[in-house]
């Protein structure tokens, strides 16, 4: 079964310092998300990406926060500036649509981001 | 603003007995619904969409179904085995570019 694929698993950073999490969605799919989970928190909506640019952002997503499709496969969120706080699981999904109609999410099993 | 409750937080249930998990939402203007299942430091599994038209869907030992007019949806899983264990949540979509509100979730324990 098509799986998203995320990279690393798990990553320490400075605080302060500029990360990049990668994905890689399903490649068929043309939607795209980010999502994060702090511990012990809802997981919440970052930001919604179709036809190459941003259809939707959350009050989460400020100007720290970035995302590209450098090419055809990959789906990069990049954190400029770490703040602790920004500690938290990071799930990329994708999703396909027929019709007009939205199939379900697949998500990645997450990157999990420590800022110390 | 959408909020997503699920109601219970924990269950624990000997292996073999139906239950149901509850989800309720407080705008009723919802694209679709999904519920989702989630092992501990681990990604999300989805395992039913419900779209806004729809009343319910079937997976296996899994029903799920929606009542947007009341802002419910229940999640019915039959005859629970220990692999079930996990925490679900529900996830209500609220527009057409699919970004979901999630609930906190309900932590299911099944007992051998």
């Known amino acids: 079964e098509p799986e998203v694929t995320q990279t690393p698993s798990h990553q320490v950073t400075q605080m302060g310092q500029e990360v990049i999490l990668r994905c890689v969605p399903i490649?068929?799919?043309?939607?795209f998300y980010w999502y994060r989970q702090i511990l012990g928190q809802k997981v919440e909506f970052l930001v919604s990406?179709?036809?190459?640019?941003?259809?939707?952002k959350s009050e989460i997503f400020d100007d720290q926060f970035s995302v590209e499709r450098p090419d055809g496969s990959n789906f990069t969120l990049k954190i400029r500036s770490t703040k602790l706080e920004d500690s938290a699981m990071y799930f990329c999904a994708s999703s396909a649509e027929t019709g007009g109609v939205l199939h379900g999410y697949t998500f990645g099993s997450g990157t999990r981001l420590t800022v110390v | 603003k959408q909020e997503v409750t699920q109601i219970p937080a924990a269950l624990s249930v000997p292996e073999g007995e139906n239950l149901v998990l509850n989800c309720s939402f407080t705008d009723s203007a919802i694209y679709n619904l999904q519920w989702f299942r989630q092992d501990p430091g681990k990604g999300l599994t989805s395992l039913l969409l419900i779209q806004s038209s729809q009343r319910e869907q079937t997976s296996g030992r899994l029903n799920a179904s929606l009542d947007k007019s009341s802002g419910r949806s229940t999640l019915y899983i039959a005859a629970s085995q220990p692999g079930d264990s996990a925490t679900y949540l529900c996830?209500?979509?609220?527009?057409?570019?699919?970004?979901?509100?999630f609930g906190k979730g309900t932590k299911l324990s099944v007992k051998p």
């Open positions: 490649s068929n799919h043309l939607y």
């Open positions: 990406f179709y036809n190459n640019e941003i259809s939707e």
């Open positions: 996830a209500v979509g609220g527009g057409s570019q699919g970004n979901l509100i």
